[in-house]
C-alpha cells in the first residue's frame, strides 16, 4: 500500500513563498524518481520538477530559478520549496512517485492547494 500525502500547500501573497512535503509510505523511497506537477482550474495536470533517485533535477521552465525540489530519504520525503510566487502558481500540487521494478510503477498523491492572490 503506497501512500504520498502532501502537506504545506495554503493562500499566499504574491511574491511570497511556501514549502510543500510529500510523505510517502509503504514505497522503498530511495529508489524512486519523485516528482511534483500542478494543475490549475480548467488546465491539464502540467509537470513542475523531479529528482531522481540519484538526486538529479529538473525544472519546468515557468518555476525555473523560483522552486527548488529535494529530498531527504531518512524521512522518506520530497520538498518543493517555493519562491517569488505568482498567480499563475495558483493550482493543486500533486506528489508523484516513479519506480522502475518489474514494470513501471507510478503513484500519485492527492494533492494539496496553492493559491497566490492578493
Known amino acids: 500500500q503506497v501512500q504520498l500525502v502532501e502537506s504545506g500547500g495554503g493562500l499566499v501573497q504574491p511574491g511570497g513563498s511556501l514549502r510543500l512535503s510529500c510523505a510517502a509510505s509503504?514505497?522503498?523511497?530511495?529508489?524512486?524518481?519523485m516528482a511534483w506537477y500542478r494543475q490549475a482550474p480548467g488546465k491539464q495536470r502540467d509537470f513542475v520538477a523531479v529528482i531522481t533517485s540519484g538526486a538529479i533535477t529538473t525544472y519546468s521552465d515557468s518555476v525555473k530559478g523560483r522552486f527548488t525540489i529535494s529530498r531527504d530519504n531518512a524521512k522518506n520525503t520530497v520538498y518543493l520549496q517555493m519562491n517569488s510566487l505568482k498567480p499563475e502558481d495558483t493550482a493543486v500540487y500533486y506528489c508523484?512517485?516513479?519506480?522502475?521494478?518489474?514494470?513501471?510503477?507510478?503513484?500519485w498523491g492527492q494533492g494539496t492547494q496553492v493559491t497566490v492572490s492578493s
Open positions: 509503504g514505497i522503498i523511497f530511495s529508489d524512486a524518481n
Open positions: 508523484k512517485a516513479i519506480r522502475y521494478n518489474d514494470g513501471i510503477s507510478v503513484y
